[in-house]
């Protein structure tokens, strides 16, 4: 299975407070495939999801839902409720009930906080998704009807995420980027076992990010050294070949030789061979008037 996939399957084996059970199945029929007095349907490739549905309505409304198995390249599941009666009692509880029915989210039905991140969590179970952590951080959730996307959008940020908005194929897309911001829709859903899985992937990439902008910058270093070296023994070379290097000032010889002895040492360690007679960087300006010296 895929990340996304373990991650309903997490959410769909945990026991949903009773205060919470109106607003978790709100959430997977709002953006389910048909919420209006015409009926009430819903389809998903998950079959735990279906199930956890199906017992959401029945424990809500004493509502005996159908599940119906199809698909042909890979199964599908369609719930849905048949009973006019059903269905109207179902829409008056959550005000969608009439021609005029209410086209926004219904408020009412967050009782506590808990109860907001329910009805997140059963917007995931029908429209939402994440990526697996190890190749790419992003989450989202594909939203058929558009009208929904600011309020929807609302209430994640009320609950303290940070999602944002975009528009593909003709429908809105909420959506996360961010590891932080994935791991912590994971956590509010409900999906602790997962969000702990990111964390851990998201250390070891910054690890290894870490460990190669060491090693990145080590090499960059030692090619600056090596380059500088060369410049430097080709210098102090061409001075000896025109007998000019015998002519230079003590300090600047003594450096010179130094250089000639130890050719691929780096200037701290010149220093320490020369029982630090002189600092780094004051070693590093008499090579470079060497240098200097050998380009007139």
């Known amino acids: 299975m895929s990340f996304s996939q ?4 997490e959410l ?20 389910g495939r048909s919420f209006s007095m015409e009926g009430i349907s819903w389809l998903s490739s998950d079959k735990n999801a279906a199930e956890h549905l199906k017992n959401l ?19 599908t599941y369609l719930v849905s409720v048949d009973s006019p009666n059903d269905i109207k009692r ?36 029908v429209c939402g998704s994440v990526s697996d952590p190890e190749n790419d951080f992003h989450a ?3 939203l058929k009807n558009p009208d929904l996307a600011e309020d929807f959008l609302e209430v994640l ?18 959506y996360f980027k961010n590891g932080v911001d994935i791991e912590d829709l994971l956590t509010v859903i409900g999906a602790t076992m997962h969000s702990l899985e990111l964390m851990n992937v998201q250390i070891y990439k910054d690890m290894r990010n870490k460990t190669n902008r060491i090693k990145n910058c ?36 003594e450096a010179a030789m130094l250089r000639l002895e130890h050719p691929e040492a780096p200037l701290s360690e010149l220093c320490v061979i020369a029982g630090n007679k002189f600092t780094r960087s004051g070693l590093n300006h008499r090579l470079k008037r060497i240098v200097d010296l050998a380009n007139m």
């Not at 373990?6 to 399957?9: A, N, P, R, S």
């Not at 119906?68 to 199964?75: A, L, Q, R, Y």
Request: charged share 25%.
């Open 57 to 75: 309505l029945y424990s809500n409304f004493s509502v005996v839902a159908t599940v119906s198995e199809g698909g042909v390249k890979k199964p």
């Open 157 to 174: 940020r009320a609950r303290g995420l940070n999602p944002k908005l975009s528009t593909r194929a003709g429908k809105k897309v909420v």
């Open 90 to 125: 179902i829409l008056i509880k959550y005000d969608r009930y009439g021609t005029d029915a209410n086209l926004s989210l219904n408020r009412s039905v967050f009782v506590k906080e808990c109860c907001t991140e329910a009805f997140i969590r059963g917007a995931f179970l």
């Open 218 to 253: 080590d090499n960059g270093n030692i090619a600056k050294t090596v380059k500088a070296s060369m410049e430097q023994r080709e210098a102090i070379e061409k001075l000896q070949k025109s007998g000019a290097l015998n002519t230079l000032p003590p300090e600047l010889y």
């Open 12 to 31: 769909c084996s945990q026991r949903t407070a009773g205060c919470c059970r109106y607003a978790e199945c709100y959430g997977m029929l709002l953006f």
């Open 6 to 9: 373990d991650v309903k399957t």
């Open 140 to 142: 989202e959730f594909a």
